[in-house]
């Protein structure tokens, strides 16, 4: 079934092994074979993996385009168990990844790590607020 995609000007897109940068104009195109494909707003890069859910994120990435993802598949599974060792909450989040590896539907597993990825920035959030009130509080 063809897959119809639409980029914005400049947005990066993944098919295969191949990287493609849009030009300044918006445009659509169609993909009509299977292939393994992500956008840019699904992309994290190794340097833009700066917290454990990112690096999480990043292995699964790797994983879903590796031709042989053992690897990745390997650094995903212990970066997942110190994850939920050191934040049990995340444990449901993580589960519903797993679920998806397990299933082979990588790109599934890939849309369940938004969730965490979503859910780590909520409780980062949370901690630095709680940090300010604290210092705000410590400074009266």
Do not use: H, W
């Not at 030009?23 to 195109?29: A, H, N, Q």
């Not at 690096?55 to 970066?79: G, H, I, K, P």
């Amino acid at each position: 079934m063809p897959l119809k995609i639409e980029l914005k000007p400049d947005e990066r897109l993944i098919i295969g092994n191949a990287a493609i940068r849009n030009g300044p104009r918006r445009s659509t195109f169609v993909i009509e074979t299977n292939t393994k494909f992500l956008r840019e707003s699904d992309i994290i890069t190794e340097s833009e993996a700066d917290t454990p859910c990112k690096r999480l994120y990043f292995a699964l990435t790797l994983m879903y385009l590796a031709d042989d993802a053992t690897l990745a598949e390997n650094s995903f599974v212990e970066q997942a168990n110190a994850l939920m060792e050191a934040a049990p909450s995340m444990k449901p989040y993580i589960a519903a990844i797993y679920e998806q590896v397990q299933g082979g539907d990588l790109y599934r597993a890939l849309k369940r790590g938004k969730d965490l990825l979503a859910y780590e920035a909520q409780l980062r959030s949370l901690l630095e607020n709680n940090s300010a009130k604290a210092e705000t509080a410590d400074a009266s």
